[in-house]
């Protein structure tokens, strides 16, 4: 299972990207799912997730977040 999920992360990431950097962006997108109540204390380390994760992304990808936040916004 965990193979199956850092062979998809790479994917998603770019199959340049190292297996630890992979884990890494897992582990933030698990984060972010942990911490999507509003009224959670741990709102920091949500939006520190969330800022990794874009680090992560390409240029194209980076756009297409930022469209999309602002749509919600």
Known sequence: MIELALETAAL???SDKARGYCLEMICA???AGAN?????RNQEAFL???CR???????AQKNE???RLEKIS
């Open 29 to 31: 997108d698990f984060l």
């Open 36 to 40: 999507l109540d509003p009224d959670s």
């Open 65 to 67: 977040f930022l469209a």
């Open 53 to 59: 994760l874009a680090e992560g992304l390409g240029p």
């Open 12 to 14: 998603m990431l770019g």
């Open 48 to 50: 520190l997730s969330l």
